[in-house]
């Protein structure tokens, strides 16, 4: 597989790049895209880079009827002396074969997927915009493409890489959300897909969402599956809670997605000498907490957002407002360092990020 050299079919026509205000985010698609077939019995063939275009699907193809497919999300980032940067790229590629684990999808080789990436980028390094706090989204994703209404794994694939500039997430900094708990549906259960990045988890978290939205809250937190009293997450991030001194996170659970920013969090936070535990949270703690006065911070961590400050909880009738709706020290801190890493304005002593260089081909 590493030894397959990656085709390169470059676009004759490049569309006009978007200025930063018009960016938002996962709307704008860059000039080309990186693709791979999977064959039963050839394996993962065929990679290539090519102008980004529509595909062309048979209706029967299974990934349209039972959605076997999974994806990732991870972001490349312009330093100030023009470098090209990758926050734990690894990470990312390593579950995704997880996720095919879970989804019987046949594994990438993690190299290669890695090296494609690079390519891409590398091609497109003129649309990753520069402003404070924008990036390019990568979104990689596989779906299953054998035409085949019986119920099975695909004996087909397609493994694809797109690229999205997005914007600031925050436009006047990072600033706290108000979050919903959600006490009448749930996101997963251990032994679901719920540690899979794979699309039915997303569709069937739309209901909560919207009735969320409908009553002005940004997010839901979501409880465990079984007896809906354990936190689990909070929209599409993992989440923390500072408790008396105590950076309390829900342990992996085997419901939980385990986020490469989760795992940030608790590195820095270790390294800083602050107590981060990994445990089963009750929301009942986290009222018992509230009504001591000794809920301190809360925030979700994820990709998009890096850290999203919680600024209020509503559990059934009861309104929690915490460190009185503005962003805690932890959060400032965790937030101006990580996206200092990312952005390469700040010492990376763990290593994180990976440097796409320019390909010769490429330019
Ligand atoms: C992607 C995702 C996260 C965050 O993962 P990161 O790797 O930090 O971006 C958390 N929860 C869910 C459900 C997710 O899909």
Redesign the pocket.
């Known amino acids: 597989m590493k030894e397959q050299t990656i085709q390169l079919n470059l676009s004759p026509e490049r569309k006009p790049k978007p200025q930063s205000e018009e960016l938002g985010f996962g709307k704008i698609f860059t000039d080309h895209m990186f693709i791979m077939d999977y064959t039963e019995g050839q394996g993962w063939h065929d990679p290539r880079i090519v102008p980004y275009q529509p595909i062309s699907l048979d209706p029967a193809c299974m990934i349209f009827h039972y959605g076997q497919t999974v994806f990732e999300?991870l972001k490349a980032y312009l330093t100030e002396d023009n470098r090209v940067l990758l926050f734990r790229p690894q990470k990312n590629f390593e579950r995704l074969n997880r996720s095919n684990e879970r989804l019987c999808i046949p594994p990438v080789d993690e190299e290669f997927a890695l090296e494609a990436l690079k390519q891409l980028i590398s091609v497109e390094k003129d649309w990753i915009p520069n402003a404070e706090g924008t990036s390019l989204y990568i979104r990689p994703f596989i779906i299953s493409t054998e035409p085949f209404l019986g119920v099975a794994p695909s004996s087909r694939y397609k493994f694809m890489i797109i690229l999205s500039p997005v914007g600031a997430y925050y436009k006047e900094g990072i600033h706290p959300v108000k979050i919903l708990v959600e006490s009448e549906f749930v996101r997963a259960v251990a032994g679901g897909t719920g540690e899979a990045?794979t699309a039915g988890?997303y569709a069937s978290s739309l209901k909560a969402q919207e009735i969320a939205d409908g009553k002005g809250y940004t997010q839901v937190l979501w409880l465990d599956g079984l007896e809906k009293k354990y936190i689990e997450?909070v929209g599409?991030?993992?989440v923390f809670f500072k408790i008396n001194g105590e950076i309390v996170t829900p342990a992996l659970n085997g419901s939980i997605?385990e986020?490469?920013?989760?795992n940030s969090v608790i590195e820095l936070l270790k390294s800083w000498d602050l107590p981060v535990t990994e445990r089963r949270l009750a929301m009942e703690e986290i009222r018992e907490a509230y009504k001591s006065g000794q809920l301190e911070e809360a925030f979700g961590?994820?990709?998009a957002a890096v850290i999203s400050p919680i600024g209020e909880l509503l559990w059934n009738d009861e309104k929690m407002i915490i460190n009185e709706g503005t962003t805690g020290p932890i959060a400032k801190k965790l937030y101006s360092t990580i996206t200092g890493i990312q952005n390469g304005k700040e010492q990376d002593p763990f290593n994180w990020t990976v440097e796409v260089e320019q390909y010769a081909a490429t330019k």
Do not use: F
């Open positions: 999300g990045k988890n997450e599409s991030m993992n997605l986020g490469v920013t989760r961590t994820g990709t």
